[in-house]
């Protein structure tokens, strides 16, 4: 699809989100058509993605973790990049482990400090209570989210 949408329309088609979550899928893409601009839709992919010849990553969640990424991205071809990288990952590794959506919603909410961002369409749901709770002190936990989550306390105040 790719080679014939390339193909059908030269220099109107230049890149792709792969949303696979599958990294091995992204490396395939990357392989079969260097110089078409790639994206990871996980930031979790973004530095093996900028190594491979991609161009970055599109995801909800750089909402959050935005301040993580971009030294990332920046910084790919430095030796340091694989620290900024793992930094990036584990914060991207906790949010994906509740409900998605509600996860950066609770995030977006705490650092605006506007509660109305916890609110979702149904069938979706807003964390519980509980794993608002978890949440958040997981992040707090985790040195790299303290200038982000600062924000949050600094609008809390």
Known sequence: MINR?????????????????????TAKLL??????????????????NLRSGGVGCISASTNVTA??????????RDKGADDL??????VRLILQSYPM???????VAAISGNKAWI???????????AQATE???RLSAMPQMGA?????????A
């Open 5 to 25: 949408l390339c193909w059908t329309f030269p220099g109107t088609i230049a890149g792709l989100k792969d949303s696979s979550g599958d990294w091995s899928n």
């Open 31 to 48: 392989q079969e058509f260097p110089g078409f601009g790639v994206f990871s839709g996980s930031e979790e992919f973004l530095l093996a």
């Open 67 to 76: 301040a993580l990424a971009r030294p990332v991205y920046l910084a790919w």
């Open 85 to 90: 990288q793992k930094a990036l990952t584990d």
């Open 101 to 107: 959506q509600a996860a950066l919603k609770q995030v």
């Open 119 to 129: 609110n979702l369409l149904p069938p979706n749901r807003p964390l519980t209570t």
């Open 135 to 137: 949440l958040m002190a």
């Open 148 to 156: 982000i989550l600062r924000k949050a306390a600094t609008k809390a």
